[in-house]
T-cell receptor, first 116, second 116 residues
Framework: GAVVSQHPSWVICKSGTSVKIECRSL??????MFWYRQFPKQSLMLMAT?????????EQGVEKDKFLINHASLTLSTLTVTSAHPEDSSFYIC????????????FGPGTRLTVT | AQSVTQLDSQVPVFEEAPVELRCNYS??????LFWYVQYPNQGLQLLLK??????LVKGINGFEAEFNKSQTSFHLRKPSVHISDTAEYFC??????????????FGQGTTLQVKP
């Protein structure tokens, strides 16, 4: 149980285009989902926290107009990287917190984004 | 602001030897502590967590960690490692008193390399 999926697992896009990444909790409902960014050989940095039905809370230094987050249901959150540039190339990971289990997050396998 | 330091970026060890991965956090206030493992090209998997109670926490795959409040440490140990334990290990902390209790602050990660 407690599986989180991400789609796509990897994507290559051209500079200036937008890319949408989906995060789904497959067998539980998640009131809160988190989006992280991980650079090669580095740690995870929290980008934003999204709660179902409300606006996401972005961490300091993260452009909310560039990284659009939508948490439309208890099992789906999406991250859209708008007008992507090569510096946005990274590994994006989501996690989901079950509504009946605080302080436990289940992580997706990540999405590798390469912007050319 | 809370920070997490993993003192070793890489830990090479022979199979069946014991291992300790070190983690220190900055704040002396109440914290929740976590260890996650990341296998290549996969998401993070929770090994164990400390929320309260006994300072010795047992997790999956034979790992355990000890919470030491006076030293603000949460070191991860395993008495005998296997080749399959080769992975990246992340220590993380959250603040139970914050408005976003799910927000995790990660350490830089430690690469455990188990040699035959």
């Amino acid at each position: 149980g407690a599986v989180v999926s991400q789609h796509p697992s990897w994507v290559i896009c051209k500079s200036g285009t937008s890319v949408k990444i989906e995060c789904r909790s497959l067998d539980f409902q998640a009131t809160t989902m988190f989006w992280y960014r991980q650079f090669p050989k580095q740690s995870l940095m929290l980008m934003a926290t999204s709660n179902e039905g409300s606006k996401a809370t972005y961490e300091q230094g993260v452009e909310k107009d560039k990284f659009l987050i939508n948490h439309a249901s208890l099992t789906l959150s999406t991250l859209t990287v708008t007008s992507a540039h090569p510096e946005d190339s990274s590994f994006y990971i989501c996690s989901a917190e079950p509504r009946d289990k605080s302080y436990e997050q289940y992580f997706g396998p990540g999405t590798r984004l390469t912007v050319t | 602001a809370q920070s997490v330091t993993q003192l070793d970026s890489q830990v090479p060890v022979f199979e069946e030897a014991p291992v300790e991965l070190r983690c220190n956090y900055s704040s002396s206030v109440s914290v929740y502590l976590f260890w996650y493992v990341q296998y290549p090209n996969q998401g993070l998997q929770l090994l164990l967590k400390y929320l309260s109670g006994s300072t010795l926490v047992k997790g999956i795959n034979g790992f355990e960690a000890e919470f030491n409040k006076s030293q603000t440490s949460f070191h991860l140990r395993k008495p005998s490692v296997h080749i399959s334990d080769t992975a990246e290990y992340f220590c993380a902390v959250s603040d139970p008193g914050s408005s976003n209790t799910g927000k995790l602050i990660f350490g830089q990660g430690t690469t455990l390399q188990v040699k035959p």
